[in-house]
C-alpha cells in the first residue's frame, strides 16, 4: 500500500482541528456505559421486523383537547403527536438511556461531551418533500429556546452556541461549567425539529390550530376539535427501514377517539368502536369484561419491572395552610390506602414508596456506601429522618394501626398550631378553619379523593372535591391555583435534566414548571447537579437514591398507588411482539393481520 505523504497527514490532522470533527462518527449514545445494538444493527430486537403494514387501530382516550403544539404551555395538546414527528436521535426503550440515529446518520462527540456534532441523512425530509437541513435544526433550537415549554427553556439555555458546518452537518457546542452535563447530548438529540423556511418569523408561541409541518412515519389527516384525531400512515417514509423504523408504525391510520369518562370510553370498547383498552382499574377488570362480545377479545396480564412514576395527591406548598412539614406529614399518616384497596380494588395495587418505585434507583433501608456519603455532605442541612430506614407508607390495614396514626397526626397538627374546637380544626391563632380543596380534571381519582376527604374528616378538618374541564385544570396547574391536585410524575430509569423542572427551587417560581408542589431545597438542587453531571451509572444510581430520601422526607405528596402488571383487551386481529418486563404495549410495534 501506497504511503501518505507527512504532509498530507498533517493536513488532514489540522482540517479535523479546524471542522470540530475530533472523535469518529458513530451511531449511537448512551447516557452511561455502552449500547445494546451495534453499529450495522438491522431493527430493535422487540420488534417483529415482518409485520405487515395495513390496517387501522382506534384508541379512546378521556379528556379533550384545543391544540396541535405540544411545545408551547399554552393549550390542551391532542396525545399520539409523535407519531407524526422524527427527532435527529431515537430512544431504545429497552435501555436506560441509549439513543440510536433517525434523522441523522451519524453523530461525533468528544470524551468530555463538551460538544457534539450530528450528521443529517440525505434522505431524510419534510412531509412535503423537502430535505430536513442543517438550517431546520438551528432555527428549531432558537424558536424553542424563545418559545418553548419553560423545561425546553432549561436545558436550552446550557447551549453556547449552534452552528451549520455543512447543508447537513450541525453542532451544538456547550456552556463550559466546572462540571459538564452529560445529559445534554441526547437532550439535544430528541429535539423537535421544525422547518424554517415555513416558520421563520411566525410566533410559534399560541396555540396552534393547523398541524405543523412533520417528518415522522405519520401526517395528521383529520381533526374534530376536542373529539378525535386520525393520523394516516406515510406510505413513501423516507425513514423506511432503517434500524430505528424497521418493523414498526405497521397500521395505515391511527384514530383517536376522545370521551368525557372512562365508563363511556369503555363502552365504546365493548360497541368495537375502540379497539385496544389499556385497562388501570382492576375491579372493572374483574367485573367489566364478561360481555355478548368478549369471545372475540383477547385479555392479557403482563408482569412488569418497568419504573411506575409517581402518582400522588401533592400539596401546594405555596399555600399557607401547607407550609408546615408537619401538617403535611399528618395528612399523609391518615391517608387509608389500604382499606380503599381492599374495598374497591380486590387488593390489586401496591402502595408507591418513592419517586422511582420499581428500579434500582429506589432507596431501601438504612443509607450506605456512597449514597451515605452523598448525604453526609449534607448532614447539618436535611432532616435526621433522610439517614434513618427509606420512606415506608404508613400502614392503616388494622384499627389498632389506623387509630394509632390518628393518634400521631393530631399530635402532629397540635405541634403546628392545630386544635379540635365545635367539631373542627382551627388554628389557635389566626382562628382559621382548617378546610382546602382537592381538585380533579376527571373521575380517575375520585374514589380515592373522597375516601381520604372521610379520612380528614376524623380530624375535623373540612375536604371538598372539585371538577373542572381539561382546558380549566390546565390553566390553573399552570398558575399553581390550587390547594392539592393529584399529579402523575412519569417514571424513569435515567433521571437527569428534567429534575430541574420537577423539584428544583428555580422552578417553583416558573409558572407552567412541573414542581407542581413548589419544592424550594438548596440541597436538592445541589443532588440534582450531583445526577446530570454523574460519570457513572454508579453515582447516579447513588445520587438518585439520596434525593428520593430528601423527598419523601418532606412530605410534599402523599404517594397513591400502582399496578404491578399491564391489563390489555384488544379485539382479534391485532397482534403485537412478546412483552418483556422492561416493555409497555405501545401500539408503534403493532400490526393487523386476519
Excluded at 390495614?397 to 382551627?426: C, M, Y
Excluded at 373540612?462 to 392539592?484: A, L
Aim: with cysteine.
Amino acid at each position: 500500500m501506497q504511503k501518505r505523504p507527512v504532509f498530507f497527514s498533517l493536513f488532514l490532522i489540522i482540517f479535523s482541528f479546524m471542522s470540530g470533527a475530533t472523535s469518529r462518527p458513530v451511531h449511537g449514545m448512551a447516557m452511561h456505559g455502552g449500547l445494546k445494538y451495534p453499529k450495522n444493527f438491522k431493527h430493535y430486537s422487540f420488534v417483529n421486523p415482518k409485520a405487515p403494514k395495513g390496517g387501522k387501530i382506534v384508541l379512546g382516550k378521556v379528556g379533550t383537547f384545543d391544540s396541535l403544539n405540544p411545545y408551547v404551555l399554552k393549550g390542551v395538546t391532542v396525545t399520539k403527536l409523535n407519531l407524526t414527528r422524527a427527532t435527529l436521535m431515537a430512544r431504545s426503550a429497552e435501555e436506560p438511556w441509549s439513543e440510536y440515529c433517525a434523522v441523522a446518520e451519524s453523530l461525533e462527540m468528544p470524551e468530555d461531551r463538551s460538544w457534539i456534532i450530528f450528521n443529517l441523512r440525505s434522505q431524510a425530509c419534510w412531509h412535503n418533500g423537502k430535505p430536513i437541513t442543517a438550517d431546520d435544526v438551528v432555527f428549531s433550537f432558537y424558536t424553542w429556546l424563545k418559545d418553548g415549554q419553560p423545561f425546553m427553556k432549561t436545558f436550552y439555555k446550557k447551549v453556547e452556541k449552534v452552528e451549520k458546518l455543512k447543508d447537513r452537518r450541525v453542532k451544538f457546542t456547550f456552556k463550559k461549567t466546572d462540571m459538564v452535563d452529560r445529559e445534554l447530548p441526547l437532550i439535544m438529540g430528541i429535539m423537535p425539529l421544525i422547518p424554517k423556511d415555513i416558520y421563520e418569523g411566525k410566533d410559534l408561541s399560541k396555540i396552534t390550530t393547523e398541524p405543523l409541518m412533520g417528518n415522522g412515519p405519520y401526517r395528521i389527516k383529520k381533526v374534530d376539535f376536542g373529539r378525535s384525531i386520525t393520523y394516516e400512515r406515510v406510505k413513501d417514509f423516507w425513514g423506511e427501514g432503517f434500524p430505528t423504523y424497521a418493523g414498526r408504525f405497521n397500521f395505515d391510520e391511527v384514530k383517536v377517539e376522545y370521551y368525557r369518562t372512562n365508563s363511556v370510553m369503555f363502552e365504546a370498547f365493548k360497541a368495537g368502536k375502540i379497539d385496544l383498552m389499556e385497562e388501570e382499574n382492576p375491579q372493572a377488570w374483574f367485573s367489566d369484561y364478561n360481555f355478548p362480545k368478549s369471545k372475540d377479545i383477547i385479555k392479557e396480564e403482563v408482569i412488569h419491572n418497568r419504573p411506575v412514576g409517581m402518582d400522588s395527591f401533592v400539596f401546594n406548598t405555596r399555600q399557607e395552610i401547607f407550609k408546615d412539614k408537619r401538617v403535611r406529614e399528618a395528612l399523609n399518616l391518615i391517608f387509608n390506602f389500604e382499606k380503599l384497596n381492599e374495598s374497591l380494588y380486590h387488593g390489586a395495587y401496591s402502595r408507591t414508596r418513592g419517586f422511582f418505585d420499581n428500579t434500582e434507583l429506589e432507596p431501601r433501608g438504612f443509607p450506605s456506601g456512597e449514597e451515605l456519603k452523598i448525604l453526609n455532605r449534607y448532614r447539618n442541612k436535611v432532616s435526621a429522618a433522610v439517614f434513618g430506614r427509606a420512606y415506608v407508607p404508613p400502614f392503616n390495614g388494622t384499627p389498632e394501626s389506623a387509630r394509632h396514626n390518628i393518634d400521631k397526626a393530631q399530635n402532629l397538627l397540635k405541634k403546628a398550631g392545630w386544635v379540635f374546637r365545635e367539631g373542627s380544626l382551627v388554628h389557635k391563632d389566626t382562628k382559621k378553619i382548617f378546610t382546602f380543596e382537592i381538585l380533579l380534571d376527571s373521575t380517575e381519582h375520585e374514589k380515592a379523593a373522597l375516601s381520604f376527604a372521610r379520612n380528614c374528616s376524623t380530624l375535623g378538618i373540612m375536604v371538598t372535591t372539585r371538577f373542572v374541564d381539561g382546558p380549566q385544570y390546565e390553566r390553573r396547574k399552570v398558575d399553581f391555583d390550587y390547594d392539592m391536585i393529584c399529579v402523575y410524575w412519569i417514571g424513569t430509569r435515567s433521571p437527569g435534566n428534567e429534575l430541574w423542572n420537577y423539584v428544583s427551587t428555580k422552578a417553583a417560581r416558573v409558572q407552567g414548571s412541573r414542581n407542581y408542589p413548589g419544592i424550594s431545597d438548596p440541597v436538592i438542587d445541589s443532588i440534582i447537579q450531583n445526577i446530570v453531571t454523574s460519570k457513572g451509572r454508579g453515582t447516579l444510581v447513588a445520587n438518585t437514591r439520596a434525593l428520593d430520601r430528601i423527598l419523601m422526607a418532606g412530605n410534599y405528596v402523599i404517594p397513591l398507588y400502582h399496578l404491578k402488571k399491564d391489563m390489555i383487551a384488544y379485539w382479534k386481529g391485532y397482534h403485537h411482539p412478546k412483552l418483556t418486563g422492561n416493555l409497555e404495549s405501545r401500539i408503534e410495534s403493532w400490526w393487523y393481520e386476519e
